[in-house]
């Protein structure tokens, strides 16, 4: 009997045991979906002062709650800005670190983190801020309160230089042979007329040959550009007019081909040859050409060396009809010269892609030298 009590309680034991397995391995954490925090800003009006691009001292903290998702989770908090009205199509967003609640910036930080949105320098502009919450990309991220902020954002334009076999290998100099950066994120581009078997080219940093942007291979076109490489960069063999892109955040260089613009006409060189005209690039969208013209000509500019798109000046109930200054690209008159000289015309129209759609009306300027 007593053997047999012994085996019963053992028995027991190890039931009990696995029942106490069972209950544990059978316990599930489950989550709630998320309960997003709060967000908060110490403002929500800010005038970004250029004066103090060196200054590190914060002019925003953001601060928000923690997320609640029914047990101790590891979440992922991101600070996401978007313009007003892009409906968080194209965010601005910062992974900030584990355990963060707050992220505060310095002036020249913020003003970049702005400006990757695309607005506009010294206009105050709506911004949205907010902080999403996630903790695995099987669960559905939740989203804090948003905060409409008005900020006023300051360009930090900056320039790139170009030189090479187009250019006689000068020492660059005048923005016409530049590539831009309007806000200041690392893009740079221009347009740059590459002659007939004269492709190679360096991009410098200053008006100086103490560094250079080059390459390591020597493919063609290039794609890669290397900080003091040592081979020159290569773009595409076909002479043109190209819009030249230098990333310097991914190292790339990229090449398309761009529309380009012409005087034409008895004012200038005759109705069969072309004046051609250089593109500024100096974010304002001008072509400019220095050129003798003729008192008894008139002239036009035109697109591409093609008569498909060429400007004048507009005929009546036309549009720009009477603006001054504005020229007509579908119905037009010759643009008529009122004295000889030399002159500096200028005719407004941004890079684009060849064979992009035409403005239909834009503006000029004629100042004789």
């Not at 005048?174 to 190679?200: A, C, K, M, R, W």
Request: some cysteine; charged content about 10%; proline content about 4%.
């Amino acid at each position: 009997m007593k053997k047999v009590l012994s085996k019963f309680i053992a028995l027991s034991s190890i039931g009990l045991l696995m029942l106490s397995a069972c209950k544990k391995d059978g316990t599930l954490v489950t989550s709630n979906g998320g309960k997003a925090g709060s967000l908060t800003a110490s403002s929500t009006t800010l005038m970004l002062d250029k004066t103090k691009l060196t200054d590190t001292s914060k002019v925003i903290k953001f601060s928000f709650t923690s997320a609640d998702y029914g047990f101790s989770a590891a979440v992922t908090n991101t600070l996401q800005i978007d313009a007003a009205g892009d409906n968080w199509a194209k965010p601005t967003s910062v992974t900030l670190g584990n355990k963060v609640s707050s992220q505060g910036y310095s002036t020249v930080d913020f003003n970049n983190l702005v400006l990757k949105l695309n607005l506009p320098a010294g206009v105050a502009s709506t911004v949205n801020v907010r902080i999403m919450h996630s903790i695995s990309s099987g669960v559905a991220p939740v989203y804090s309160n948003v905060l409409a902020l008005s900020v006023t954002p300051f360009n930090l334009t900056s320039w790139l230089y170009i030189t090479g076999a187009s250019f006689g290998w000068q020492n660059p100099g005048p923005q016409e042979d530049s590539l831009i950066s309007v806000t200041g994120n690392g893009v740079y581009t221009g347009i740059v007329n590459f002659t007939d078997g004269n492709n190679q080219f360096l991009v410098l940093p200053a008006k100086n040959w103490n560094n250079k942007y080059a390459t390591t291979g020597n493919s063609t076109p290039s794609t890669t550009i290397t900080y003091n490489a040592s081979n020159n960069l290569n773009a595409p063999t076909a002479a043109g007019w190209y819009i030249v892109t230098v990333d310097l955040n991914a190292n790339t260089v990229s090449f398309a081909l761009a529309d380009f613009y012409s005087i034409i006409g008895d004012a200038a060189q005759g109705w069969g040859t072309d004046v051609p005209m250089k593109y500024v690039n100096d974010g304002n969208g001008n072509w400019v050409a220095t050129t003798a013209l003729v008192s008894t000509g008139s002239f036009k500019v035109r697109r591409n060396d093609d008569w498909s798109n060429s400007w004048g000046i507009p005929k009546a109930g036309s549009a720009g009809a009477g603006v001054p200054l504005t020229l007509n690209n579908t119905s037009n008159d010759n643009i008529s010269i009122a004295s000889s000289g030399n002159y500096v015309v200028t005719f407004n129209a941004p890079a684009t892609a060849f064979g992009s759609p035409a403005l239909v009306t834009t503006t000029y300027t004629l100042t004789k030298q």
